[in-house]
């Protein structure tokens, strides 16, 4: 295996319902936040993080994001992207078997509408040593608002994941970040059908293999998916510039 992890898988296939008033019929990663795109935000925290190997999965408006990538101040970044394309909803899971053939033997996944305040080297690191197909980065509920747990956390190990549970002995979300062996994938693959199917699935069968190991974050992230959420961003993100 590789001692680190050189690329990350951003899902955008969403429509971004909550925020069109926003939006106003583009994809949320196109919203602006003082004056650039939370795409382009994005990619450069990305960057920072030392990760140049991008795939982005789209599937709402797909075409608004290509052309984005093409203007000057996204090329500046310097950064290797490659487009994964949905020609209808796939879900979490979809997307990235839709997005094999890009894929590194280990990648990063995150979401197109999240803000993470993790250091990815420390969680690649912590995935290389465990020797584990998949790593989850969590945060506890407590740190965030309008969330409901769905991890339960025992020792340090993910022992269940069950997405809008009210069981209090769950304590932990998940993040934002997570990392694959692109191997676990090729059972799917082998007999895929382009069909809508969430991560879930894969997550709950690496829970019950012993392959899934947890990471911990004490910051709290941040996401563009409300018209609240997008406020509280810009003001972190003026703070950050």
């Known amino acids: 295996m590789k001692k680190k992890i050189k690329q990350i898988l951003i899902l955008n296939g969403g429509t971004g319902t909550r925020v069109k008033s926003i939006s106003k019929g583009r994809p949320k990663c196109l919203i602006k936040i003082c004056n650039k795109t939370f795409l382009y935000l994005q990619l450069g925290e990305i960057k920072r993080q030392g990760i140049k190997d991008i795939v982005i999965s789209c599937g709402y408006k797909s075409q608004m994001i290509i052309d984005e990538i093409k203007k000057k101040y996204i090329k500046d970044l310097n950064l290797n992207i490659k487009i994964s394309t ?84 769950f304590k932990y979300i998940d993040y934002g970040l997570i990392a694959f062996k692109k191997n676990i994938f090729l059972n799917f693959k082998k007999n895929f059908v382009l069909k809508k199917f969430d991560l879930k699935k894969i997550i709950k069968g690496l829970i019950k293999k012993n392959e899934l190991v947890g990471h911990v974050v004490k910051k709290k992230f941040y996401t563009i998916g409300t018209p609240e959420d997008i406020f509280q961003f810009k003001k972190i993100i003026k703070k950050v510039k």
């Open 86 to 169: 949905e020609k209808k909803k796939l879900g979490t899971g979809g997307a990235i078997l839709n997005a094999y053939k890009y894929l590194d033997d280990c990648f990063f996944v995150t979401y197109g509408d999240s803000w993470l305040n993790v250091n990815y080297k420390e969680v690649g690191k912590k995935f290389i040593n465990s020797k584990k197909s998949s790593i989850m980065t969590l945060i506890n509920v407590s740190s965030v608002k309008n969330h409901r747990p769905n991890i339960l956390l025992k020792n340090d190990k993910i022992v269940s994941y069950k997405k809008n549970n009210n069981d209090k002995s």
